[in-house]
């Protein structure tokens, strides 16, 4: 069962590049989230859908945008990196209400 | 603002030493509380959810417990795979978040 999975698992770029995480679930999930998660300050949520086609600012969304073309895929976006983008980052799908399925994480470093 | 907060940030116990973790919340509306753990290097994990004040659920050396301000993770005779950390989050009505704390790291020494 692959669940969530993420992909890249590791990045590095470079202030002011761009690059894409993929997220994508085979549990027929409507909820998906991004979660970025820093020392000492948990999961923060990016942003989040609800179901394909929809997307809603979460907790700390600038700087990144996303989208769900596909129910099983949410993509986050970062046009223009910047160093305090610097995080791992978490993609998480669930039924309404029901507990999260999170993937393994991908750990972004912004020089 | 709603708000959640775990304490202690980290715990240290020795193996078979009993403990609990605290998750205090602040919110309007609980949907329902959640804890999780989490491996280093690895996504959280689901292990319980809670829904109403009173309401207790077990499994293995774990406990959660739930009142109308916190919930409490008790730990009984730990052992080494035990260390990990543990997250509360709240699921609130009207949202579709769910809101976490800032966890709790577990260090269980044989």
């Known amino acids: 069962n692959a669940g969530v999975t993420q992909t890249p698992k590791f990045r590095v770029l470079k202030t002011g590049q761009s690059m894409t995480l993929l997220c994508a679930q085979d549990?027929?999930?409507?909820?998906m989230y991004w979660y970025r998660q820093d020392p000492g300050m948990g999961l923060r949520l990016i942003h989040y859908?609800?179901?394909?086609?929809?997307?809603a600012k979460g907790e700390v969304p600038d700087g990144y945008n996303v989208s769900r073309l596909k129910k099983q895929n949410f993509l986050l976006g970062l046009e223009s990196a910047a160093p305090s983008q610097t995080s791992v980052y978490f993609c998480?799908?669930?039924?309404?209400?029901?507990?999260?399925?999170f993937g393994e994480g991908s750990r972004l470093t912004v020089l | 603002e709603d708000q959640v907060t775990q304490s202690p940030e980290a715990l240290r116990l020795q193996e078979g030493e009993s403990s609990s973790l605290n998750c205090s919340y602040t919110?309007?509306?609980?949907?329902?509380l959640f804890w999780y753990r989490q491996d280093p290097g690895k996504g959280p994990e689901f292990l319980f959810t809670?829904?109403?004040a009173g309401e207790e659920k077990e499994k293995e050396r774990l406990k959660a417990t739930l009142t109308k301000k916190e919930s409490f993770l008790h730990i009984t005779a730990p052992k080494p795979e035990d260390s990990a950390t543990y997250l509360c989050?709240?699921?609130?009505?009207?949202?579709?978040?769910?809101?976490f704390g800032a966890g709790t790291r577990l260090t269980v020494k044989p």
């Open positions: 919110v309007s509306g609980l949907r329902g």
């Open positions: 989050a709240v699921y609130r009505y009207n949202n579709n978040d769910m809101r």
């Open positions: 998480a799908s669930n039924l309404a209400a029901g507990e999260l399925f």
């Open positions: 809670l829904y109403s």
């Open positions: 549990m027929n999930h409507e909820y």
């Open positions: 859908s609800v179901g394909e086609g929809t997307t």
